[in-house]
């Protein structure tokens, strides 16, 4: 089974959220690497993008496919990972850490407790 940190929140379209005051960090989870394979690049908005909740905010690339990455959470991008830029494999070594994609100052920050739980998400993989 893949690794599920509690301390996050989780979406169906298999992105993870930390929540630190309004600004949450977002990236793939440990499931969704994996599925994708070896990640080769990842494509990401600009700092001051506004975001709605389920937007499409880029895309991975791996050698099996390109997906799209969604924000579940609406609000204004304030930070990118641009060390992605050079070492997208991040995603696939360490989602959780230094794969993170981009951090996202929240129009409401309690639109994180909507999302799934990690039991919840683990319980929705099991059924995929």
């Known amino acids: 089974m893949s690794n599920i940190p509690e301390n996050l929140r989780y979406s169906k ?5 930390l ?3 309004d600004v949450a960090t977002i990236g793939i989870t440990d499931y969704a690497q ?3 394979g070896d990640v080769v690049y990842v494509d990401m908005p600009r700092v001051g993008d506004k975001m709605s909740s389920h937007e499409a905010f880029g895309s991975v690339e791996s050698v099996k496919a390109v997906s799209e ?11 990118v990972n641009e ?3 050079d070492d997208a494999e991040k995603v696939n070594t360490d989602p959780y850490g230094d794969g993170w ?7 409401n920050p309690l639109e994180a407790d909507g999302m799934l739980s990690a039991e919840e998400y683990e319980e929705y993989l099991s059924n995929q």
């Open 13 to 17: 379209d298999h992105e993870w959220v």
């Open 34 to 36: 994996h599925a994708l």
């Open 69 to 79: 990455t969604f924000t579940p959470i609406a609000g204004e991008i304030v930070e």
């Open 83 to 85: 060390a992605l830029n």
């Open 101 to 107: 994609m981009i951090k996202i100052k929240m129009d």
């Open 19 to 21: 929540v630190d005051g």
